[in-house]
Protein backbone atom coordinates (compact mmCIF):
# COMPACT_ATOMS: atom_id res chain seq x y z
CA UNK A 1 0.00 0.00 0.00
CA UNK A 2 0.97 3.58 -0.95
CA UNK A 3 -0.71 6.76 -0.12
CA UNK A 4 -0.06 9.79 -0.61
CA UNK A 5 -1.45 13.50 -0.83
CA UNK A 6 -0.26 15.64 -4.46
CA UNK A 7 -1.85 18.22 -3.17
CA UNK A 8 -4.04 19.18 -0.61
CA UNK A 9 -5.82 23.03 0.30
CA UNK A 10 -8.31 25.14 -1.40
CA UNK A 11 -6.53 25.49 -4.79
CA UNK A 12 -6.07 21.78 -5.65
CA UNK A 13 -6.96 18.65 -4.23
CA UNK A 14 -5.57 14.74 -5.13
CA UNK A 15 -4.97 11.85 -3.45
CA UNK A 16 -2.74 9.04 -4.62
CA UNK A 17 -3.27 5.46 -3.39
CA UNK A 18 -1.71 2.55 -4.79
CA UNK A 19 -3.01 -1.19 -3.50
CA UNK A 20 -1.25 -4.85 -4.76
CA UNK A 21 -2.97 -4.33 -8.44
CA UNK A 22 -4.14 -0.89 -8.64
CA UNK A 23 -3.58 2.92 -8.61
CA UNK A 24 -6.32 5.56 -7.82
CA UNK A 25 -6.90 8.82 -7.70
CA UNK A 26 -9.07 10.45 -5.12
CA UNK A 27 -9.84 13.83 -6.98
CA UNK A 28 -8.15 15.63 -9.22
CA UNK A 29 -7.88 19.09 -8.11
CA UNK A 30 -4.77 20.39 -10.29
CA UNK A 31 -4.37 20.68 -13.73
CA UNK A 32 -3.43 17.35 -15.50
CA UNK A 33 0.38 18.80 -15.88
CA UNK A 34 0.69 19.37 -12.47
CA UNK A 35 -0.46 16.23 -11.65
CA UNK A 36 1.35 14.07 -13.84
CA UNK A 37 4.86 16.47 -12.93
CA UNK A 38 3.43 15.03 -9.14
CA UNK A 39 2.94 11.17 -9.75
CA UNK A 40 6.27 11.66 -11.78
CA UNK A 41 8.03 12.28 -8.15
CA UNK A 42 6.52 8.99 -6.88
CA UNK A 43 8.31 7.25 -10.18
CA UNK A 44 4.67 7.12 -11.63
CA UNK A 45 3.43 7.86 -15.02
CA UNK A 46 0.08 9.29 -15.51
CA UNK A 47 -0.32 5.79 -18.03
CA UNK A 48 -0.38 3.92 -15.34
CA UNK A 49 -3.24 5.31 -13.27
CA UNK A 50 -6.18 3.00 -13.48
CA UNK A 51 -9.20 5.20 -12.31
CA UNK A 52 -9.71 8.74 -10.93
CA UNK A 53 -12.35 8.59 -7.81
CA UNK A 54 -14.13 12.03 -7.09
CA UNK A 55 -15.83 12.94 -4.04
CA UNK A 56 -17.46 15.74 -4.98
CA UNK A 57 -17.56 18.38 -7.96
CA UNK A 58 -15.73 21.56 -6.68
CA UNK A 59 -13.08 22.94 -8.82
CA UNK A 60 -10.52 22.20 -6.90
CA UNK A 61 -11.33 18.70 -6.75
CA UNK A 62 -11.91 18.56 -10.21
CA UNK A 63 -9.97 20.72 -12.60
CA UNK A 64 -7.95 18.27 -13.94
CA UNK A 65 -9.85 14.87 -13.98
CA UNK A 66 -11.27 15.37 -17.49
CA UNK A 67 -8.14 16.06 -19.22
CA UNK A 68 -6.21 13.63 -17.61
CA UNK A 69 -8.69 10.94 -17.92
CA UNK A 70 -8.74 12.14 -21.55
CA UNK A 71 -5.40 11.67 -22.61
CA UNK A 72 -5.48 7.96 -20.59
CA UNK A 73 -8.28 6.72 -21.21
CA UNK A 74 -9.12 6.85 -17.37
CA UNK A 75 -13.07 5.87 -16.10
CA UNK A 76 -13.81 8.23 -14.06
CA UNK A 77 -16.13 7.13 -11.03
CA UNK A 78 -18.46 10.35 -9.99
CA UNK A 79 -22.16 10.04 -8.05
CA UNK A 80 -24.42 11.12 -10.46
CA UNK A 81 -25.60 14.65 -8.81
CA UNK A 82 -22.28 15.53 -9.12
CA UNK A 83 -21.86 14.01 -12.61
CA UNK A 84 -24.80 16.45 -13.84
CA UNK A 85 -23.36 19.39 -11.95
CA UNK A 86 -19.44 19.49 -13.16
CA UNK A 87 -20.81 17.83 -16.98
CA UNK A 88 -18.78 20.30 -19.37
CA UNK A 89 -15.66 18.90 -17.62
CA UNK A 90 -16.38 15.50 -18.36
CA UNK A 91 -17.41 15.52 -22.43
CA UNK A 92 -15.72 12.58 -23.89
CA UNK A 93 -14.79 10.67 -20.40
CA UNK A 94 -15.53 7.48 -19.46
CA UNK A 95 -17.59 8.32 -16.30
CA UNK A 96 -18.83 5.45 -14.18
CA UNK A 97 -21.61 7.14 -11.79
CA UNK A 98 -21.99 5.70 -8.35
CA UNK A 99 -24.77 6.16 -6.10
CA UNK A 100 -23.81 7.16 -2.50
CA UNK A 101 -23.97 5.20 0.04
CA UNK A 102 -23.58 1.98 -2.23
CA UNK A 103 -20.70 0.65 -2.14
CA UNK A 104 -18.65 -1.28 -5.31
CA UNK A 105 -15.67 -2.71 -6.44
CA UNK A 106 -12.60 -2.05 -8.87
CA UNK A 107 -9.72 -4.39 -9.32
CA UNK A 108 -8.73 -5.65 -6.37
CA UNK A 109 -10.38 -2.33 -4.53
CA UNK A 110 -13.26 -2.73 -2.74
CA UNK A 111 -14.83 1.26 -2.79
CA UNK A 112 -17.48 2.83 0.23
CA UNK A 113 -18.62 6.35 -0.87
CA UNK A 114 -20.60 7.48 2.25
CA UNK A 115 -22.79 10.69 2.25
CA UNK A 116 -20.87 13.94 4.08
CA UNK A 117 -21.99 17.56 4.94
CA UNK A 118 -21.19 19.98 1.97
CA UNK A 119 -22.27 22.45 0.21
CA UNK A 120 -22.19 20.60 -3.29
CA UNK A 121 -24.65 18.32 -4.94
CA UNK A 122 -23.70 15.01 -3.42
CA UNK A 123 -20.36 14.93 -1.85
CA UNK A 124 -18.82 11.84 -0.23
CA UNK A 125 -16.51 10.71 2.10
CA UNK A 126 -14.65 7.08 1.26
CA UNK A 127 -13.20 4.38 2.13
CA UNK A 128 -11.20 2.10 0.00
CA UNK A 129 -10.23 -1.05 1.33
CA UNK A 130 -8.25 -3.83 -0.41
CA UNK A 131 -6.50 -6.68 0.83
CA UNK A 132 -3.50 -4.52 2.32
CA UNK A 133 -6.14 -2.73 4.76
CA UNK A 134 -8.36 0.02 4.88
CA UNK A 135 -7.54 3.68 3.76
CA UNK A 136 -10.84 6.51 5.30
CA UNK A 137 -10.86 9.87 3.54
CA UNK A 138 -13.16 12.67 5.31
CA UNK A 139 -12.55 16.18 3.89
CA UNK A 140 -14.64 18.83 2.80
CA UNK A 141 -17.34 18.17 5.29
CA UNK A 142 -19.03 20.79 7.75
CA UNK A 143 -19.86 18.36 10.92
CA UNK A 144 -19.23 14.79 11.76
CA UNK A 145 -22.13 12.51 11.53
CA UNK A 146 -22.62 9.05 13.32
CA UNK A 147 -22.46 7.31 9.77
CA UNK A 148 -18.94 9.42 9.44
CA UNK A 149 -17.22 7.46 12.87
CA UNK A 150 -18.91 4.42 11.60
CA UNK A 151 -17.28 4.41 8.34
CA UNK A 152 -13.94 5.80 9.71
CA UNK A 153 -13.43 2.94 12.02
CA UNK A 154 -10.68 0.43 11.22
CA UNK A 155 -8.84 2.08 9.26
CA UNK A 156 -4.74 1.96 8.74
CA UNK A 157 -4.78 4.62 7.19
CA UNK A 158 -6.94 8.65 7.60
CA UNK A 159 -7.47 11.45 5.48
CA UNK A 160 -8.85 13.62 7.75
CA UNK A 161 -10.10 17.20 7.27
CA UNK A 162 -8.40 20.08 9.60
CA UNK A 163 -9.12 23.35 7.68
CA UNK A 164 -9.04 26.11 10.22
CA UNK A 165 -8.43 27.16 13.62
CA UNK A 166 -11.58 28.41 15.02
CA UNK A 167 -9.79 31.72 16.24
CA UNK A 168 -8.24 32.59 13.28
CA UNK A 169 -11.14 32.24 11.50
CA UNK A 170 -13.12 34.53 13.64
CA UNK A 171 -10.68 36.99 13.83
CA UNK A 172 -9.16 36.79 10.55
CA UNK A 173 -9.74 38.57 7.46
CA UNK A 174 -12.25 36.46 5.07
CA UNK A 175 -16.06 38.17 4.93
CA UNK A 176 -18.47 37.58 7.49
CA UNK A 177 -20.57 35.31 5.14
CA UNK A 178 -17.63 33.30 4.05
CA UNK A 179 -16.52 32.64 8.05
CA UNK A 180 -20.24 31.43 8.23
CA UNK A 181 -20.27 29.32 5.24
CA UNK A 182 -16.87 27.99 6.57
CA UNK A 183 -18.36 27.33 10.08
CA UNK A 184 -21.39 26.20 9.34
CA UNK A 185 -22.68 22.20 9.04
CA UNK A 186 -22.22 22.46 4.77
CA UNK A 187 -18.26 23.80 5.28
CA UNK A 188 -15.16 22.61 6.55
CA UNK A 189 -13.82 20.98 9.65
CA UNK A 190 -12.36 22.60 12.68
CA UNK A 191 -8.96 21.23 13.71
CA UNK A 192 -10.97 20.55 16.94
CA UNK A 193 -13.58 19.15 14.98
CA UNK A 194 -11.22 16.58 13.33
CA UNK A 195 -9.41 15.63 16.83
CA UNK A 196 -12.63 14.99 18.03
CA UNK A 197 -13.31 12.85 15.41
CA UNK A 198 -9.61 11.51 15.45
CA UNK A 199 -10.40 10.33 18.91
CA UNK A 200 -13.36 8.38 17.90
CA UNK A 201 -11.71 6.29 15.39
CA UNK A 202 -8.28 5.53 16.84
CA UNK A 203 -7.65 1.99 17.56
CA UNK A 204 -4.27 -0.14 17.71
CA UNK A 205 -4.34 -0.87 13.92
CA UNK A 206 -4.04 2.91 12.96
CA UNK A 207 -1.36 3.41 11.02
CA UNK A 208 -1.00 6.74 9.73
CA UNK A 209 -2.95 9.88 9.48
CA UNK A 210 -2.88 12.92 7.02
CA UNK A 211 -4.19 16.15 7.89
CA UNK A 212 -5.73 17.59 4.64
CA UNK A 213 -6.90 20.62 3.15
CA UNK A 214 -5.88 23.44 5.42
CA UNK A 215 -6.39 26.86 4.93
CA UNK A 216 -3.56 29.27 3.97
CA UNK A 217 -5.58 31.80 5.82
CA UNK A 218 -7.01 30.19 8.63
CA UNK A 219 -4.40 27.56 10.22
CA UNK A 220 -1.59 27.19 10.31
CA UNK A 221 0.22 23.73 10.38
CA UNK A 222 1.82 23.71 14.02
CA UNK A 223 -1.87 24.41 15.17
CA UNK A 224 -3.17 21.61 12.89
CA UNK A 225 -0.71 19.32 14.58
CA UNK A 226 -1.10 20.39 17.90
CA UNK A 227 -4.90 19.58 18.03
CA UNK A 228 -4.67 16.12 16.25
CA UNK A 229 -1.89 15.56 18.74
CA UNK A 230 -3.64 15.55 21.73
CA UNK A 231 -6.01 12.95 21.47
CA UNK A 232 -3.37 10.70 19.92
CA UNK A 233 -1.29 11.61 23.43
CA UNK A 234 -4.37 10.81 25.80
CA UNK A 235 -3.95 7.20 24.63
CA UNK A 236 -1.40 4.25 23.93
CA UNK A 237 -2.49 1.48 21.78
CA UNK A 238 -1.38 3.12 18.55
CA UNK A 239 1.08 5.87 17.51
CA UNK A 240 0.40 6.28 13.58
CA UNK A 241 2.51 8.48 11.53
CA UNK A 242 1.14 12.41 10.93
CA UNK A 243 1.36 14.18 7.70
CA UNK A 244 0.28 17.28 6.32
CA UNK A 245 -0.74 17.82 3.44
CA UNK A 246 0.29 20.82 1.15
CA UNK A 247 -1.01 22.79 -1.34
CA UNK A 248 1.98 23.78 -3.38
CA UNK A 249 4.03 20.52 -2.99
CA UNK A 250 3.35 16.69 -2.45
CA UNK A 251 3.22 15.01 1.21
CA UNK A 252 5.68 12.41 2.29
CA UNK A 253 4.15 9.08 1.81
CA UNK A 254 2.88 6.00 3.81
CA UNK A 255 4.70 3.49 2.38
CA UNK A 256 3.32 -0.54 3.89
Sequence with gaps: MRVCLLASGSKGNSLYVETGRTKLLVDAGLSAREITARLAVLGVSGAEIDAIIIT????????????????????????????????????????????SGSSFEWKDVFIDPFPVTHDTADPVGMVLESREGRIGVATDLGIVT????????????????????????????????????????????????SAALLAQVTHAGLECLFLAH????????????????????????????????????????FSG
Excluded: M
Design 56 to 99: HEHCDHVRGAGALARKHDLPVFISHPACREAENLFRSVRRVEFE
Design 146 to 193: RLVCEKLKGCRVLVLEANHDEELLSNGPYPWHLKQRVKSRHGHLSNSD
Design 214 to 253: LSEVNNHPELALKALREPLSAQTICCPQVIIGSQYTISEE
